[in-house]
């Protein structure tokens, strides 16, 4: 499994509403991605979001970020809407724990 952990800081509040439309537009890219497996956001400060995404390989992931919705996607955030941004990428090596349901 491949980890994407992304940080971006808005410029100001105006560009919520623009960031939040476009983030929906890049998510619905993503979960049309085969080997897509989820996403998870936090709300770190006021303009700042912290997000991980999740894919089976590092194909998926470049199907994800070389689709043109999200390099347009890219290219309007740091022109227009981010103070700051930053993704790392990370490999599983190992995973375990347990589901008192299961």
């Known amino acids: ?5 992304y940080r971006i800081t808005l410029r100001d509040e105006s560009a919520r509403a623009a960031h939040d439309d476009m983030d929906a537009r890049v998510d ?4 049309a991605t ?3 497996l989820g996403r998870e956001l936090f709300q770190v400060g006021p303009l700042e979001t912290l997000g991980l995404l999740r894919f089976e390989s590092e194909e998926a ?7 043109a919705d999200h390099q347009t996607a890219h290219v309007r955030g740091v022109e227009e809407l981010y103070r700051s941004y930053r993704v790392e990428v990370y490999e599983l090596v190992r ?3 347990f589901d008192l349901d299961d």
Do not use: C, D, Q
Request: charged share 10%; glycine share 10%; proline share 5%.
């Open 28 to 31: 619905a890219v993503a979960e």
């Open 95 to 97: 995973s375990n724990g």
């Open 1 to 5: 499994m491949i980890l994407l952990v």
């Open 34 to 36: 085969p080997g897509y």
């Open 61 to 67: 992931v470049t199907a994800w970020k070389t689709h």
